[in-house]
T-cell receptor, first 110, second 114 residues
Framework: DAKTTQPNSMESNEEEPVHLPCNHSTISGTDYIHWYRQLPSQGPEYVIHGLTSNVNNRMASLAIAEDRKSSTLILHRATLRDAAVYYC???????????FGAGTTVTVRA | NAGVTQTPKFQVLKTGQSMTLQCAQD?????MSWYRQDPGMGLRLIHYSVGAGITDQGEVPNGYNVSRSTTEDFPLRLLSAAPSQTSVYFCASTLKGGVTYGYTFGSGTRLTVV
């Protein structure tokens, strides 16, 4: 399975944007980039996914590098509720398994 | 509310006891899976199922059994509980449509084996 590398932690101030990087230098052409987050004492929650083009939804934006070796999850205006562990995961076409790494712990300061 | 329901939320077992963790989803998702999460770590896949009657092993299957008799239910059985199985267990489901769908996770079962 292709691996991802994320920083262990990041801090942000409330109402400021948060840019969460993810490196996946061995990504294959059929790997989709998925992001999940896990709030304290809860199960993971799907955030967004993409293949090649940048993606936006109500929760976040996903910016994918042209060579697809890295991506960035963007939280446009962080709130205290966004404090969570964020996981960047690669999923191959037809593969149903999720491989979780340690993720990035995001702290939001009021 | 539609989603993945796990029961119980908390459980304490004695070493050697057996039990079943329940997982049910009402979204008609074909794919279901079980993960465990140890303190400060990411989730690890235990077992998964791509449809009723079909199950397969994940990364850490030892000590656990699963079956899938219906689309809705995917119970996880601990055969003989050990302290090493103390963990938080999450059930997840998704549509059988490849990678274009996100997973829905349950809220977890926190298991302590003493």
């Amino acid at each position: 399975d292709a691996k991802t590398t994320q920083p262990n932690s990041m801090e942000s101030n409330e109402e400021e944007p948060v840019h969460l990087p993810c490196n996946h230098s061995t990504i294959s052409g059929t790997d989709y980039i998925h992001w999940y987050r896990q709030l304290p004492s809860q199960g993971p929650e799907y955030v967004i996914h993409g293949l090649t083009s940048n993606v936006n939804n109500r929760m976040a934006s996903l910016a994918i590098a042209e060579d697809r070796k890295s991506s960035t999850l963007i939280l446009h205006r962080a709130t205290l509720r966004d404090a969570a562990v964020y996981y960047c995961i690669l999923r191959d076409l037809g593969d149903y398994k999720l491989s979780f790494g340690a993720g990035t712990t995001v702290t939001v300061r009021a | 509310n539609a989603g993945v329901t796990q029961t119980p939320k908390f459980q304490v077992l004695k070493t050697g006891q057996s039990m079943t963790l329940q997982c049910a989803q009402d979204m008609n998702h074909e794919y279901m899976s079980w993960y465990r999460q140890d303190p400060g770590m990411g989730l690890r896949l235990i077992h998964y199922s791509v449809g009723a009657g079909i199950t397969d092993q994940g990364e850490v299957p030892n000590g656990y059994n699963v079956s899938r008799s219906t689309t809705e239910d995917f119970p996880l059985r601990l055969l003989s509980a050990a302290p090493s199985q103390t963990s938080v267990y999450f059930c997840a489901s998704t549509l059988k449509g490849g990678v274009t769908y996100g997973y829905t996770f349950g809220s977890g079962t926190r298991l302590t084996v003493v």
